[in-house]
């Protein structure tokens, strides 16, 4: 019986992201249509709903397995973290740029993730490259490791700290967004 509900729980979630993924993949082609034609008219915004469903029909994207939901609170700390280590990063970066003397140093550096998914590995990436200073080089999609451009990385304390700070993002991401196992998975290793 429980295999039964896993099954159900599975698919009740795959098809639900589906509902909500095929109409906003539909809505951003048909604005990247608009877009490139520079003007919004009835004609365009019909080819753009052709074209649209010619695109899906013909490249169809893999099924998406959505798992977790958003966690009101968590969602709050992470975007509001989000926010503060791109103000800090921004100005540490511009700081490095104008600042007389030789170039920064830089290296690349891998970081363990705990999650499984890889909607959450690549919102982790993504969120990282969003911050300036490291951009994703790297994903080793079957060990889950990232692998990062950071600058201004001058020793082995330096690099700790960026993996340090690549692991605090994705604890936020995964209390924020992420799916019971991946939940679990990141509590046993704070504990452990």
Known sequence: MPITRIRRARRHARTAGQ???QPATAVW???VWLLLWGRVTPGLIASGVVIAGLAM????MPALEIRGRPRPLFVIAFFARFVYDVVV????????????????????IGVDLHTKSDLMLTLVGEVLSLVPGSLVVEVDRASTILYLHVIGVEGPEDVERERS????VEARMIRAFGSPGDRLRLEQDVRG
């Open 19 to 21: 509902c909500f993924l």
């Open 29 to 31: 082609l048909v604005g």
């Open 57 to 60: 029909s013909l490249f169809p």
């Open 89 to 108: 990063a921004s100005v540490h970066v511009a700081w490095m740029a104008v600042r007389p003397g030789p170039e920064p140093p830089c290296a690349v």
């Open 165 to 168: 700070r690549a692991a605090a």
